[in-house]
């Protein structure tokens, strides 16, 4: 009997000392690119025209230059997409440190409602340090086609409640004002922190 | 230990409050059909606890009702910054009964309309939304109104929400009174 209880307990532990093994020589879980930011390999010129920010001043994208940023094309109107997308920018802003060249912005899509005041209260809602702007929309379908974002006016404008699709990724800027890449979403701010930081570091 | 937690977690979800309990006092998971109707607009309070598992799992079978009942989990409403008059707002909604059933509309004195909406992503990335009039749960299934995907879409907010605040929403299926639901904000 006891031979039998040693014999099954050898089994067993043959069979457990197989299992280890083959655990370990199984090959590991294949590495694949699963950065969140696309890093366009040429970067592309922004169009140049005239924006005006939360603060009404006018500027140009050329007034970007000198710092990254990340730059979400959205409205304050927008009640899903957009305050996830600010809400998540503040969650990577609290990841960097506080003296990080990485700016975060909003470009609205829907000048008709979307006033300096209004963005300003919207954006700074999220981070005192958010910034704004917009422009009419001609000069807002040259900077959209410039950095690959879509949108499209959807109901009637002439009502307070029409909706706007637009594009859900953020678009990086270098310091040279140029567009350098995408974050796409689904969007995980701890991640992008990572790979922003970096990134800009390089 | 961990059921017990689950348990906790879930019986702070307030999730039948009617006029007579407007305060998260409730400690069933689940609402038995009843003609009661919403009554408080925004109240004040903590800040509901969020439960991401399926309903009804590690319910001791007393509590957990075998059919019969719609159940709502995690419900709560985008805060936005006051200037923005609209937000949207997500919940989980797991059809307990033996028929499928029909969200077709949803009420609240907060805002002028609230509308279901579903949301395309095409393969540019770019997100559309649209109406749909109606939502249909199929008998012992949940249906997940989320961040990026179909929501409750509110319009025409008539006061600022406030982190923390408890709005009551009705939500009316075709076979079935409406039951009113309280939405965290946060």
Not at chain 1, 141 to 165: E, F, M, P
Not at chain 2, 134 to 150: N, R, V, W, Y
Request: hydrophobic share 40%; glycine share 4%; aromatic share 8%.
């Amino acid at each position: 009997m006891l031979n039998k209880g040693v014999i099954i307990a050898i089994a067993l532990a043959s069979l457990a000392a197989g299992y280890f093994v083959a655990q370990s020589s199984r090959p590991k879980t294949p590495v694949i690119d699963d950065s969140v930011i696309f890093v366009y390999p040429q970067t592309r010129s922004l169009a140049a025209v005239s924006l005006t920010d939360m603060y009404g001043q006018s500027i140009t994208p050329a007034d970007f230059k000198g710092d990254w940023w990340v730059l979400y094309f959205g409205f304050t109107f927008c009640p899903d997409a957009c305050p996830m997308a600010l809400a998540n920018m503040k969650q990577i802003k609290t990841r960097l440190p506080e003296n990080t060249n990485i700016k975060f912005g909003l470009i609205s899509v829907d000048p008709q409602r979307d006033t300096p005041d209004r963005l300003k209260e919207y954006v700074t809602f999220f981070h005192p340090e958010f910034y704004a702007a917009t422009s009419d929309a001609e000069a807002i379908d040259a900077l959209t086609a410039s950095v690959n974002v879509v949108y499209a006016i959807s109901g009637d404008q002439s009502k307070d409640d029409y909706s706007v699709d637009h594009s859900n990724f953020m678009v990086l800027l270098n310091p040279e004002g140029e567009h350098a890449g995408i974050i796409s979403s689904p969007h995980d701010p701890e991640k992008i922190a990572v790979e922003l930081s970096k990134l800009t570091a390089s | 230990m961990r059921s017990l937690l689950l348990i906790l977690l879930i019986s702070s979800v307030c999730i039948a409050c009617g006029p007579s309990a407007p305060d998260n006092t409730d400690t069933s998971t689940s609402i038995e059909p009843a003609s009661t109707k919403g009554s408080s607009a925004v109240s004040s309070a903590p800040e509901t606890v969020a439960v991401a598992s399926p309903a009804g799992e590690a319910l001791p079978e007393d509590e957990a009702p075998s059919s019969g009942t719609i159940e709502f989990d995690d419900p709560w409403i985008r805060m936005v910054p006051s200037v923005s008059p609209n937000s949207a707002a997500y919940v989980s909604i797991t059809n307990g009964t033996e028929d499928a059933v029909t969200l077709t509309g949803i009420n609240s004195q907060v805002a002028d309309r609230i509308e279901i909406h579903n949301v395309e992503v095409d393969a540019a990335g770019t997100m559309s939304m649209f109406k749909i009039d109606e939502l249909m749960i199929e008998p012992d299934s949940t249906t997940m109104l989320e961040p990026s995907g179909a929501h409750i879409m509110i319009y025409g907010l008539k006061e600022p929400l406030n982190e923390g605040d408890m709005v009551t929403m009705l939500m009316s299926f075709n076979n079935q009174p409406p039951i009113p639901v309280n939405f965290s904000v946060k």
